[in-house]
T-cell receptor
Framework: GAVVSQHPSWVICKSGTSVKIECRSLDFQATTMFWYRQFPKQSLMLMATSNEGSKATYEQGVEKDKFLINHASLTLSTLTVTSAHPEDSSFYIC??????????????FGPGTRLTVL | AQTVTQSQPEMSVQEAETVTLSCTYDTSESDYYLFWYKQPPSRQMILVIRQEAYKQQNATENRFSVNFQKAAKSFSLKISDSQLGDAAMYFCAAGVYANSGYALNFGKGTSLLVTP
């Protein structure tokens, strides 16, 4: 099946610094990627929808100036957490959409990135 | 907006037995998908099964099947012949269909324990 990778898999940073997380679709092109956030023992919450070549669409309550999303190509989307603070510590998961028509189009998830802000 | 509710925080099943995980949803959309995802300790989301809302027939994937009750907005997952490897967190999710993809709304999850 299709593979989505995320880099890094985990990162520890100091408060006030910025962190970039990459999401790549390895063997297919994804016009749309999604970013989710998962707090410990909680569900996934959609943060934003990323479309190649256009601005991301953020969910209500998500600060777009804090969580910068760039969908630079059909295989790469990046999430930058700017001026990170301890409350931004979470598990960030991306997914990439493989279009194939109603029957076969599928969303593939990356393995996630654990961010810890000290 | 869509909301997904999983009322069972934890479930337990004995190996080789059958277990059913419950999920209800609410949506004003007519064209949507429903999913069950498995999240093992590795945190990798694994698609278990999907159901297109326009299809009346319940989806099945090997030991996994769903009971889709559209009018009741219910979407339960049945796992037959449970195996130790089925132990994980299970999330029910709903997404509105679009050519560019479907953002998913997840329930809070059900932790499934499989005992030998």
């Amino acid at each position: 099946g299709a593979v989505v990778s995320q880099h890094p898999s985990w990162v520890i940073c100091k408060s006030g610094t910025s962190v970039k997380i990459e999401c790549r679709s390895l063997d297919f092109q994804a016009t749309t990627m999604f970013w989710y956030r998962q707090f410990p023992k909680q569900s996934l919450m959609l943060m934003a929808t990323s479309n190649e070549g256009s601005k991301a669409t953020y969910e209500q309550g998500v600060e777009k100036d804090k969580f910068l999303i760039n969908h630079a190509s059909l295989t790469l989307s990046t999430l930058t957490v700017t001026s990170a603070h301890p409350e931004d510590s979470s598990f960030y998961i991306c997914s990439a959409f493989l279009a194939g028509g109603r029957v076969t189009d599928t969303q593939y998830f990356g393995p996630g990135t654990r961010l810890t802000v000290l | 907006a869509q909301t997904v509710t999983q009322s069972q925080p934890e479930m337990s099943v004995q190996e080789a037995e059958t277990v059913t995980l419950s999920c209800t949803y609410d949506t004003s959309e007519s064209d949507y998908y429903l999913f069950w995802y498995k999240q093992p300790p590795s945190r990798q989301m694994i698609l278990v099964i999907r159901q297109e809302a326009y299809k009346q027939q319940n989806a099945t994937e090997n030991r996994f099947s769903v009971n889709f009750q559209k009018a009741a907005k219910s979407f339960s997952l049945k796992i037959s012949d449970s195996q130790l490897g089925d132990a994980a967190m299970y999330f029910c999710a709903a997404g509105v269909y679009a050519n560019s993809g479907y953002a998913l709304n997840f329930g809070k999850g059900t932790s499934l324990l499989v005992t030998p």
